[in-house]
């Protein structure tokens, strides 16, 4: 006997197993990672708070983002896989088209339309909910006169020019 649910999540399958879009998988990643990402993220207690609520934000935004942008690329790939196929006069290679253009739009989508919107979006956002739009001048440190030593021994001399670090520039020790 068949329950209500099974013949619904067997209709489902058939569906998705007919119309195999690159689309589906990338829509369901960037649903759940825009979920469980930020959950777990401020489940780490581990982190500092600050830390772990750009993180938690940047990861939900980012699944947002990415969900909605994957929907209109596809749209758009809708339209620019019709008009090549009625241009070359190869409707019955549509379906095919379609399923190429989407998997190129989810990629190209990935690499540069979802970082560069999350990379623009964040911080103004982030500012935004959190409240601290307002900008507040930072204090200038002091220099205040100590009554350190100079360290112009022999020893130290020797010591400092003993260690390198990074490019030398310029004559001898």
Do not use: H
């Not at 489902?12 to 990672?33: P, R, V």
């Not at 999350?118 to 507040?136: E, H, M, R, S, V």
């Amino acid at each position: 006997m068949i329950t209500p649910f099974q013949k619904k999540f067997k209709d489902i399958c058939m569906k998705l197993g007919k119309n195999n879009d690159a689309l589906y998988g990338a829509l369901t990643i960037a649903a759940s990672k825009g979920i469980l990402r930020p959950t777990f993220t401020m489940m780490d207690k581990k982190q500092e708070k600050k830390s772990r609520t750009y993180t938690a934000f940047r990861e939900g935004l980012t699944g947002a983002v990415a969900f909605f942008s994957y929907l209109v690329t596809n749209k758009g790939v809708e339209k620019l896989a019709n008009y090549i196929v009625k241009n070359t006069n190869k409707l019955d290679k549509l379906p095919q088209m379609k399923s190429t253009l989407s998997l190129v739009s989810v990629s190209l989508t990935a690499l540069f339309v979802i970082p560069w919107i999350c990379n623009y979006a964040t911080k103004p956002l982030l500012d935004k909910i959190q409240g601290a739009n307002t900008k507040q001048p930072t204090p200038k440190k002091q220099l205040q006169k100590t009554n350190q030593p100079a360290f112009q021994s022999l020893y130290y001399g020797k010591m400092y020019n003993n260690f390198n670090s990074g490019m030398r520039i310029g004559g001898g020790l």
